[in-house]
Every structure is written in C-alpha cells, then in structure tokens.
C-alpha cells in the first residue's frame, strides 16, 4: 500500500531552522514532490517542489535524496507565523493507477 | 487570496436537507477538484474534472454529486448526508500539466451534519 509518512507534530523555537521529514517509499518514477502549508480556517498553500537533490525558494529548501524515498522540508529561521500543518504530497503508482498520495501532516508550532 | 472562492464557508444542516457547495476560480485553470479533510487524516480525493469533463471518481457515495458547468465554476451538491460526512470540504483548481502539479486551493466550507 502507497502511502506518504510525516511526524505528527514539531514544535521549535523562533529564529532555529526546523527540518520535516517525509517518507514516500513507493513514489512514482517520474513524478515530483511537493510541500503544502495549511493555516486554520485556509486551505493548503504550496510552498516548494522538487524531483531530486535540493531545491530552493524565498521560503524553504527541499532536500531530496538519490533514492527519491523521502525528502526533508526545510524552514531557516521560523518564526511565530510559522506555525502551521504542513503536508507532503507525492504520486504513486497504485494498482498500475497513478495517484497523488497525501500525508497526514505535521502539525508545526513556534514559540517565542 | 488564492484566486479560488467557495461559498459558503460554513453550513450546518440535517440529514433530510439538501445543499450545495461551491467552488469558482479566477485562474484560468482547466482542471478542478473536490476534497475532503478530516480531523486527523489524509486529505481524501472526492472527484477531478478536466475540461468539464470528470475525469476521477473516488467512490464517493452517491450523496454527494458533482457538476461542473464550466471550467471556472464547480458544485458539490449534498443530500441526505450522514453524521460521519461533516468535514471541511476543499476545492482545488490546477493547469494540468506534467505530473503533481501545482493546487490551488479556496478556504473550504466548514460541514456539519445533525
């Protein structure tokens, strides 16, 4: 069964750099994999994608290794407004049917 | 402001009643989709439609019927709903594309069934 595995919760503190991991051990040969951010009240906002190796945008670094079996979200110097849920999403083949594979999320909070 | 609203964002209603949700984006996008969330799970696919036309069905019980009348707006009508389908449901716009590309979400609408 494909299926995508995040921590359920991190809490850290404003100003460290927090890492969330994904494992997705069935994801497709050619296929991406993509962060979303949820706020209370919102629905998911995409953050980054990458394929391989590292990946970075003006929010966060996407960190991926050669086996493509999980992939590290990374966030520099988090603060209070970074608390979040935050979801990996990857496709998978299933049943020879491709299929976007969602995490459960990872619900992240910042303290002071 | 994601470029996708939905109406409303909250409904409260029996098992007897029938609504509808709805969806419409301002993106220029060809595929929309349905989604529910519930508290601790998985986002869960409902139903994909592709230029109109639906092209996923995720065994979605017969109480919730999809239409999409055009490639900006889509509906997701409710009737005789269960308890167990109060959730927030999403909507999502795309540009299909390559593989997993990028969503677009609206706020969703908050469900509750009595």
């Known amino acids: 069964l494909a299926k995508t595995t995040q921590p359920i919760s991190m809490d850290s503190y404003e100003g460290q750099e927090v890492n969330i991991t994904c494992s997705h051990n069935n994801i497709a040969t050619n296929d991406y994999i993509t962060w979303y951010q949820q706020f209370p009240s919102q629905g998911p906002r995409f953050i980054i994608q990458g394929y391989k190796t590292k990946v970075t945008n003006e929010v966060a670094s996407l960190f991926i290794p050669a086996d493509r079996k999980s992939s590290t979200l990374s966030l520099p110097r988090v603060s209070l407004s970074d608390t979040a849920v935050y979801y990996c999403?990857?496709?998978?083949?299933?049943?020879?049917?491709?299929?976007?594979?969602w995490g459960a999320g990872t619900k992240l909070i910042i303290k002071p | 402001e994601t470029g996708v609203t939905q109406t409303p964002r909250h409904l409260v209603m029996g098992m007897t009643n029938k609504k509808s949700l709805k969806c419409e984006q301002h993106?220029?996008?060809?595929?929309m989709y349905w989604y529910k969330q519930s508290a601790k799970k998985p986002l869960e696919l409902m139903f994909v439609?592709?230029?109109?036309?639906?092209?996923e069905n995720n065994s979605v019980p017969s109480r919730f019927s999809p239409e999409c009348p055009n490639s900006s707006h889509l509906f997701l009508h409710l009737h005789t709903l269960q308890p167990e389908d109060s959730a927030l449901y999403l909507c999502a716009s795309s540009q299909p594309g390559a593989t997993n590309e990028k969503l677009f979400f609206g706020s969703g609408t908050q469900l509750s069934v009595l």
């Open positions: 439609y592709s230029l109109e036309e639906r092209v």
């Open positions: 999403l990857v496709g998978a083949i299933m049943d020879s049917n491709y299929q976007l594979i």
């Open positions: 993106l220029g996008h060809n595929a």
